[in-house]
C-alpha cells in the first residue's frame, strides 16, 4: 500500500506493485499525499481521469506544497497528471509528456547525471507506483512517481497551449510575482525583426526575454536580429534545477558576423552569463552577466526565463563601422553635402546637440539636388522648414524597418511623425528590396537607410521630403 511509502522512502525501493487499491483511493488515504489530495479533490474534471485514465501522475511531498509560495488553486492538479503510463525506463528516455489538459504545455523531463526531473522538480526516482484506475478488469494502468517541488505552469487555467511568443503577448497573464513588469519593447523588436517564427517554432527551446525595464533606448536601438538570436538556445530545454553550472550552451547567434554562449550560473541569485564574439575570434569578446527575474516557465515550446536586460547587446561595437554622431555623418559625407552646408547657413546643426533624444534625419543626396537644379525648380516654403521636416528628434530612433512596420499596422492613415518642423504623415513601402516614403502624392526612394549613429540614424533619400515648383530662380546656390 502506499501508506508503506514513508517507511520506504527512506530506502531505495524499486517499484512495488499496488493491485489492492486504486491509485485514487491510495492518494486518498496516505497522510503523506494530503496536500495533493486536498487539491485533485476539489478538481472534479483531473479527479475524473485519475479515476478512468491510463495516466502518469507526478505528487509532490507535503513539504513541496508547504514551501510552495502562491494560493493553490485546484486547476494545478492538472499540471501532475501525464496521459499514458510512463514506466522509469520510458521515461528516461523521453524529453516530454502531454499533460492530461491540453491546454497546458507539455512536462519537460531532463536529467543531470543520474537525477531526472520533470521541469523544475526532481524525481524521486527510485520510488514510483505501478497502479491502476480500478481495481479488477478494465483497470488502466497508472504510474505514481513522487517529486520534491510543486509543478507550476504560472498561469491559471489557459485557453489554449501558450508558445514562448504568446508569452510575450500574454504577460500580464502570468503570475510571475506582485512586480508590475512588462515585456512589449523586446516583443516589438522580434516582430520588427521579423523572427516571430523563432518564438512561436515547435519543438522544445530555451527562451530568455527581457523585461521593458531593462531596455534603455540605447539598447532598444541596438537590438537587431543578431542579438535576438542571442537570447535563444535552441533543440534544448533548459530549466535551471536540472541544468549544470557553467556549462557553455551555443546560442542562435552562431555564425560568422555574431557567436554567442550561454552558461547559468548561481551566485545567491541566479544568473545568465554570457559570451559574444563579433566577427572574427580575434575582435574583443563582449562578456555580460544578466539576472534571471523568473525562472523556468514552462511553455509549449520549451521554457522562458525572464530576465533584467537583454543580452549580448553592445551598442557601440555591434557595428561593422566606427559609431559617428548624426552631424559628424552627415558633415563628412560628400553625398550629403548640399543638406550639411543648408544646416550650417541657417544655424540649424545647434540642435545636435540636445543629448536627451535621438535623431531620426531624413537627408536628400547630392543626387536629388542636381536632378532639381537641372529642372529649375522652386522649393515651396523656407529652408529652415525644409531642414526642420526632415528631421525627428525621439526617444528611440525610426529604423525603416520600424517605419514599415508602423505604417503596416495604420496603412489608412500612414505614420505620423513628429519632426522638428511639425507632424507630418508618411506611408512607407518595401518594394523588391527598396525602402519608399511616400509624403502626400510623392514616392520618394530612400537610397541608403539606416545608417546607424550613436545618436540616431540617418536615412539617405533621393529626393526631399517637399513641394517645387517651376521657376527661374536658381534654389540652392550656395557658392
Ligand atoms: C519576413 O520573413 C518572411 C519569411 O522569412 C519573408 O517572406 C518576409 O519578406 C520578411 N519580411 C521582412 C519585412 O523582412
Ligand atoms: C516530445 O515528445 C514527443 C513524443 O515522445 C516527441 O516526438 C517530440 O519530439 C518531443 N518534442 C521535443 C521538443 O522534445
Ligand atoms: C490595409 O489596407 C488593405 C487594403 O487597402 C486592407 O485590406 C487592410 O485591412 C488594411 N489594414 C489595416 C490594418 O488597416
Not at 13 to 22: D, F, K
Not at 406 to 434: M, Y
Not at 439 to 459: A, F, Q
Request: one cysteine or more; charged letters at 20%.
Amino acid at each position: 500500500m502506499f501508506r508503506l511509502l514513508l517507511v520506504f522512502s527512506v530506502f531505495p525501493i524499486v517499484c512495488s506493485q499496488l493491485y489492492g487499491s486504486t491509485t485514487y483511493e491510495s492518494i486518498q488515504e496516505d497522510a503523506n499525499f494530503e496536500a495533493f489530495y486536498d487539491l485533485l479533490r476539489h478538481n472534479g474534471e483531473a479527479k475524473n481521469n485519475l479515476l478512468n485514465d491510463e495516466i502518469t501522475i507526478f505528487i509532490p511531498t507535503n513539504e513541496a506544497f508547504q514551501r510552495y509560495g502562491p494560493i493553490l488553486h485546484s486547476d494545478l492538479a492538472f499540471y501532475h497528471m501525464a496521459s499514458a503510463a510512463r514506466a522509469i525506463e520510458d521515461l528516461k528516455k523521453t524529453r516530454n509528456i502531454s499533460c492530461i489538459n491540453p491546454k497546458f504545455p507539455p512536462l519537460w523531463i531532463s536529467r543531470n547525471g543520474d537525477d531526472l526531473y520533470v521541469n523544475n522538480a526532481e524525481v524521486f526516482s527510485h520510488n514510483y507506483y505501478p497502479s491502476k484506475s480500478r481495481t479488477g478488469e478494465g483497470g488502466k494502468p497508472q504510474i505514481v512517481y513522487l517529486i520534491d517541488r510543486v509543478l507550476d505552469p504560472l498561469i491559471r487555467l489557459p485557453h489554449f497551449k501558450h508558445t514562448a511568443f504568446d508569452f510575450m503577448g500574454s504577460f500580464s497573464k502570468f503570475t510571475l510575482g506582485s512586480t508590475r513588469k512588462s515585456v512589449h519593447s523586446f516583443l516589438y523588436k522580434v516582430q520588427e525583426n521579423n523572427v516571430t517564427d523563432l518564438y512561436e517554432a515547435q519543438g522544445g527551446n530555451t527562451y530568455f526575454i527581457p523585461i521593458d525595464e531593462g531596455i534603455g533606448s540605447k539598447q532598444f536601438h541596438a537590438i537587431n536580429r543578431y542579438s535576438i538570436y542571442s537570447h535563444i538556445i535552441p533543440n534544448v530545454v533548459l530549466f535551471t534545477r536540472p541544468t549544470k553550472r557553467q556549462f557553455n550552451y551555443e546560442s542562435l547567434a552562431n555564425d560568422d558576423f555574431v557567436y554567442t554562449v550561454l552558461s547559468l550560473e548561481d551566485n545567491r541569485k541566479l544568473y545568465v552569463r554570457g559570451n559574444t564574439i563579433l566577427g572574427k575570434p580575434s575582435n574583443p569578446q563582449g562578456e555580460f552577466v544578466v539576472e534571471i527575474l523568473h525562472p523556468d516557465i514552462p511553455v509549449a515550446n520549451g521554457v522562458v526565463h525572464v530576465i533584467s536586460r537583454p543580452l549580448g547587446v553592445f551598442p557601440h561595437s555591434l557595428k561593422p563601422f566606427p559609431y559617428v554622431s548624426v552631424l559628424e555623418k552627415v558633415a563628412s559625407d560628400p553625398n550629403l553635402d548640399t543638406f550639411y552646408r543648408l544646416g550650417e547657413k541657417f544655424g540649424f546643426h545647434s540642435i545636435f546637440t540636445a543629448h536627451d533624444y535621438f535623431f531620426t534625419y531624413f537627408v536628400p543626396s547630392e543626387y536629388a539636388w542636381r536632378q532639381i537644379r537641372k529642372s529649375d525648380l522652386q522649393l515651396v516654403g523656407s529652408e529652415v522648414d525644409l531642414l526642420k521636416r526632415h528631421l525627428v528628434l525621439s526617444e528611440t530612433p525610426f529604423s525603416m524597418e520600424r517605419l514599415l512596420a508602423t505604417s503596416k499596422t495604420s496603412n489608412v492613415t500612414g505614420v505620423s511623425l513628429q519632426t522638428v518642423g511639425g507632424l507630418i504623415k508618411l506611408h512607407i513601402h518595401l518594394i523588391d528590396g527598396t525602402y519608399y516614403i511616400q509624403w502626400y502624392n510623392k514616392l520618394i526612394r530612400v537610397t541608403r537607410p539606416n545608417y546607424e549613429c550613436s545618436d540616431g540614424i540617418v536615412h539617405v533619400l533621393a529626393g526631399p521630403i517637399a513641394t517645387f515648383q517651376r521657376n527661374s530662380f536658381n534654389f540652392l546656390a550656395l557658392n
